[in-house]
């Protein structure tokens, strides 16, 4: 059996195990979700065994697909230092671009120092703002991309990176009937989770009220665990020291899309920096 692991099969996997879905994942790598299933099956005979659970609505990855997928992104960041090594200063250029504080770890930590050791030409500019702070300034042309969050839309138009399941949660010694009116850690003014919160409980009829409001996640998140609110996470950023929620609205999915100024069609070091992180961008 040829044990040759090929990029493109490489760069398909990551997608589904990005995005947890194999028709977002044929959208992500312009391939059909036939296609997509095919490449996934292939890498599996490579490893020897499944790599992810499969059912009608999402993919997970199974204990070898987390090992693979480290590997996986690994080769890739290679193969991207490769192309930099050979093309990187044939493209120049400064990049304004902007990301949630939520994400800006691991954005900062993971993808833009492979892109600054690929690209060595292009300049970044970076902000962390919420969301929808950062779409009003791709909007006044003070940004060129950004990385942001949405409910889940119809729209395709822009990259999605990932698939993300926002739940309440408290401390994990939260007392049990929460108190009434709910203490909020509110997320900024322009992050959709605050909006979704307070919204979500007035259509219900909750009485709440406001002892955090911050664009920090790490604020956000260190008020739950000491148990002074309830907030709206990601469910992949739940701690050891917080507790899920049961019985309140539940918050719809959302997702992590790139968005991009038309002036970011025409800059090739915003192309480069698009791509960086669309392969390597993880949840």
């Not at 909007?139 to 119809?154: G, P």
Request: aromatic share 4%; proline share 7%; charged share 20%.
């Amino acid at each position: 059996m040829n044990r040759t692991l090929d990029i493109e099969l490489l760069r398909t996997f990551q997608a589904v195990a990005r995005l947890g879905q194999f028709r977002a994942a044929a959208e992500q790598v312009h391939k059909s979700p036939a296609a997509v299933s095919v490449h996934v099956q292939r890498l599996e005979a490579i490893a020897g065994g499944r790599l992810l659970d499969r059912d009608n609505q999402s993919v997970t990855l199974t204990p070898l697909g987390e090992r693979f997928t480290q590997h996986a992104a690994q080769v890739l960041q290679a193969h991207d230092r490769a192309l930099g090594a050979l093309f990187g200063a044939e493209v120049a250029g400064r990049v304004r671009f902007g990301v949630p504080d939520e994400y800006a770890a691991h954005v900062i930590r993971d993808i833009l120092p492979g892109f600054a050791a690929a690209w060595p030409n292009v300049v970044l500019d970076v902000t962390t703002a919420p969301s929808g702070t950062l779409q009003d300034q791709i909007a006044k042309k003070r940004l060129h991309m950004a990385v942001t969050a949405r409910r889940v839309a119809d729209d395709h138009a822009m990259p999605v990176l990932a698939m993300v399941q926002p739940v309440w949660v408290g401390g994990a010694t939260m007392p049990v009937p929460l108190p009434d009116p709910l203490p909020l850690a509110l997320h900024a003014a322009g992050c959709p989770y605050g909006t979704a919160m307070t919204d979500s409980l007035d259509r219900a009829g909750h009485a709440w009220r406001v002892v955090l409001a911050s664009p920090s996640s790490q604020a956000i998140e260190t008020c739950v665990e000491v148990g002074l609110a309830v907030s709206v996470v990601d469910r992949s950023r739940v701690t050891t020291r917080m507790r899920v929620l049961t019985g309140l609205p539940a918050i719809a999915p959302h997702e992590v899309v790139l968005l991009s100024a038309p002036s970011a069609a025409q800059m090739p070091a915003a192309t480069m920096l698009a791509g960086a992180l669309e392969r390597h961008f993880r949840i």
